[in-house]
């Protein structure tokens, strides 16, 4: 069955400190990742994607992403955490192909402590 | 980068009432659509694919008679909840992948749906 986890339902950094949120995913096609940060009430802005190539991928606000096809694995990090990244944050697969819809995980909420 | 609007962006209806949301892609075509709902503190979940020209096809558990989505152009598909109940309250999100790219979908900002 294709899907998605994302096993850290709730992650606390302090400010300044390093974050990793991770992901895994079970898709039998290619897979396109792709990383969402969703603020409260908000809609979904696009961290970063993969789609081949170098699997360290780099996105906006300082974000990057690795992909390890053997772990199967799409962890994002992030250096150094500042206190307004505190969101909401959702790995997501695709397939290669056209048309298809992506598959989202369950979402991992990273709260920012001073 | 390319756009997708949602109209509204938030609407409170009573129950039994029907409710029409839009999602446009701005500057760019797309034959797929793709609605998706979510619940508070969870996921997104795929409701319906929206093709331009013909019918959506819906997820499993998804009632099409309720749900009712049109696509009738290359920058607009529609989604009527009909006879609206409280249950069906939710944030929901549409999709539009760039017909000239690859899979890549952009999302619009979502419409919040309250039914009292």
């Known amino acids: 069955a294709q899907s998605v986890t994302q096993p850290d339902i709730h992650i606390t950094v302090s400010e300044g400190a390093s974050l990793e949120l991770r992901c895994n995913y079970s898709y039998g096609a290619t897979p396109y990742l792709f990383w969402y940060v969703q603020s409260p009430g908000q809609g979904l802005q696009l961290l970063l994607k993969y789609f081949s190539g170098d699997t360290l991928v780099q996105g906006i606000k300082g974000f990057e992403a690795e992909f390890k096809r053997s772990q199967s694995s799409f962890n994002l990090r992030k250096p150094s955490v500042h206190w307004s990244d505190a969101a909401e944050y959702f790995c997501?697969?695709?397939?290669?192909?056209?048309?298809?819809?992506?598959?989202f995980g369950k979402g991992t909420t990273l709260s920012v402590s001073s | 980068g390319a756009v997708v609007s949602q109209h509204p962006s938030w609407v409170i209806c009573k129950s039994g009432t029907s409710v029409k949301i839009e999602c446009r892609s701005l500057?760019?075509?797309?034959?797929?659509m793709f609605w998706y709902r979510q619940f508070p503190k969870q996921s997104l979940m795929l409701m319906a694919t929206?093709?331009?020209?013909?019918?959506?096809?819906?997820e499993q558990g998804v009632e099409k008679d309720k749900f009712l989505i049109n696509h009738a152009s290359l920058t607009l598909s529609t989604l009527t909840v009909t006879s609206a109940h409280p249950e069906d309250s939710s944030f929901y999100i549409c999709s539009a992948r760039d017909t000239g790219g690859r899979n890549e979908q952009y999302f619009g900002p979502g419409t919040r749906l309250t039914v009292t």
């Open positions: 929206s093709n331009e020209g013909s019918k959506a096809t819906y």
């Open positions: 500057d760019f075509q797309a034959t797929t």
């Open positions: 997501a697969v695709g397939a290669s192909q056209a048309g298809t819809a992506l598959i």
